[in-house]
C-alpha cells in the first residue's frame, strides 16, 4: 500500500530530527551503499564476447550452450567445478560463504588463468568474456554472491570483469541502445527446451547405467544423444509469421504490426515446441538408448537424492562426486529434476498472491458499495494466480511430454499441493530460503509411497536454511520410524568422512532392497533362475527403454521386474492352456 499524505508527513519529520540529531553530535551524514555501476554487455560487443556460465549438471549446461549458440551468441560451458577450483574462491573470497560460492567463483578464475596462460593480457579477458548467472535476494546468502564474485575476481587481478544476472536488469541491457543479451522468444523456447530434455536425459541415464549389461554403454549411447539434441536446439530456423505461415495469414498481418507481433510469438512458441524435427529427433533418441541392454534383476537400493539446489545438481568436487559413488557402491540414484523446482517456485507465488490480497483487505478494506474496485482488486490478484498456475501445468505437462518423446521411464513430477500439505504439520509453507518445506516433504512422500530405500539430502555446509530444514527432520525422522534419511553437508573438504557415513547408511538400505526383493519371489512363486531364464528367452525385456509397471509398495527396480514378469509368465501360461 502506498503511504498516506499524513504518513509521508511523518516520515519527513523524523528524517530530518534524524539528521539534525547526527549533527548535533558531530557524526557525519548516511552514506548508504551503492552498487558500482558496471560497464553494459552491449549489442554490438556479441561478435566477439564470449558469455561464460555453469552451475548445472554438465549434460544441461551443453545443451544450454547449444541455446547460446544457436541464437548468435558466443558461448563457453564451464567445466565441473573440481577442490582446486573451492581453494581458489577461498583463497580470494570472503570468509564464510557457502561452498558453491567458493567452487563457482573459483571455477571462473581457474577458467580465467587457463585462457591467460593461452596468451591473453588480463584487460583482454576483462573486454572479451562475461559470466552469466542466477540473481536473487531473500533470507540466505544467495543474495550476496554476485557481490562476492565480483570481489573475489578483483582480488584475482581482474577488477571490471562484468557479471550478468538472470534476475535482474543491470549488466544485461545497456545504458542505452540496444541490449548484448536479448530475452526474446526464440532465447527463452530454446532455454525452456534445453531445461526439459536436461532433466529427463540426467533422469534416463541414472535408471539405465546402474543396469547396463556391457558397462560404459549407457555413457556411450548418452554422449551420442546430447549431440543430437544439442544440434537440434542450436540449428533450429527462426518461425517468422511473414515468411513460414499461410500466405493468406501473411496478407492479412502485413500491414497490422500489433496483430503480426502476437501471431509471430505464438507461432514461435508452436514452433519451439511441435515442430516436426522434435519428433525425428525424439525417434532416433529412443532407438540409440534402447539399444542398450540391461539386466533389471540385479537387486539395488534406490536412493533419492534431495537438497540444497547447487548441492544436489552439481556432479564433481561440489559434492563429494556423491552420485557417481553411490552408483559405484551398488545403488541406484535418482536425482531431482529442475522442473520441479520451478514448480515449487510457481506454486508459491501463488500462495503469496492469496496472502498479499488477504493483507491488502484487511489493511484497506473497500465498502460494499465500492463493487467496482472489490471486483478490480479481485480481478488483479484472481488473474495473476491463474497465470502462475497455467504456467505451473504448462511446465509440468511439457516435461511429462517430453519424457513420454524420450520412452516415457521418468516418473511424473510429485503434486506442490501434496508436497505443502505433507510437510505442513513441520515445516510452514511461507518459510523461505533455499528450498523452503520441499526437503521435508519430500523425505514424508517418497518414504511414504515406498518410491526410494534412502533419502539422501545434499547441501552446502554452514547453509542456513538447511540448517533449518536439519531442526525439522528430526521430528519427521521420529515420526516416521522406518524413514531412512541423511543429511550430509559438502565443502572442499571432508569427503572420506562423508562417504563412510553413505556407506554406512546404505548398508541399511541394501539389506531393505534385498528384503524386498525376496518378498517379491516369494509373492510370484519363482526362483530367481526362472525369472532370468524367461528374461533371456524375450529380447525386449532386456532393453533399456522397457517399460516396468509400477508395483505398490515395492521401491526396487529388480523387485517391480520380478513381479512384472511373474505376471508375464502366468498370463503367457493361462494363454496356453487356454489354447488347449
Known sequence: MASTGVEQEVFRILDARREAGRAAAGLPPVAHFRRPAERPFTAEEREKVTILFGGLTWKHDELIQAVFRGCGYRAQRLPQPNNAAYQLGKEYGNNGQCNPTYFTVGNLIQFLRGIEQQGLSRQEIVDRYVFFTAGSCGPCRFGMYEAEYRLALENAGFPGFRILLFQQQQGIHAASGEPGLKFNVDFGMGMFNALQFGDVLNDLV????????????????????????????????PFEILRDGPPWLARLLAPRDRAQRYCNTFGKIRHHLYR??????????????????????????????????????????????????????????????????????????????????????????LPAWAWRRRAARAFRYGR?????????????????????????LSPHLASQEELARLAQPFYARYLRGGEGYLEVAKNIYYTQRRKCHMVLALKPFGCMPSTQSDGAEAAVVSRFPDMLFLPIETSGEGELNAHSRVQMALGEAKAKARAEFDRALASAGKSLDELREYAA????????????????????????????????????????RQGK
Open 206 to 237: 541414472y535408471r539405465i547405467r546402474p543396469f547396463e549389461v556391457r558397462p560404459g554403454a549407457t555413457d556411450r549411447a548418452l554422449r551420442e544423444v546430447l549431440d543430437r539434441v544439442a544440434a537440434l536446439l542450436r540449428d533450429v530456423r
Open 276 to 365: 516436426p524435427e522434435l519428433r525425428r529427433a525424439s525417434a532416433e533418441i529412443r532407438e540409440i538408448l534402447d539399444a542398450v541392454e540391461v539386466d533389471r534383476l540385479r537387486v539395488k537400493p534406490v536412493v533419492k537424492i534431495v537438497g540444497e539446489f547447487w548441492a544436489q545438481l552439481t556432479e564433481g568436487d561440489g559434492n563429494f562426486n556423491m552420485p557417481a559413488f553411490l552408483e559405484r557402491e551398488g545403488a541406484q540414484v535418482y536425482p531431482e529434476p529442475i522442473a520441479a523446482w520451478v514448480q515449487y517456485l510457481l506454486y508459491q507465488a501463488e500462495g503469496r498472491s492469496e496472502e498479499q490480497q488477504a493483507v491488502e483487505s484487511f489493511h484497506d478494506p
Open 384 to 408: 495473476k494466480r491463474w497465470l502462475l498456475a497455467l504456467g505451473r501445468k504448462l511446465w509440468g505437462h511439457y516435461y511429462h511430454r517430453t519424457a513420454e518423446l524420450l520412452g516415457g
Open 537 to 576: 528367452a524375450h529380447p525386449p525385456l532386456r532393453r533399456a527403454l522397457y517399460r516396468t509397471p509400477e508395483q505398490p509398495g515395492f521401491a526396487g527396480t529388480a523387485a517391480r521386474f520380478a513381479l512384472h514378469l511373474s505376471d508375464l509368465m502366468d498370463a503367457r501360461r493361462r494363454g496356453r
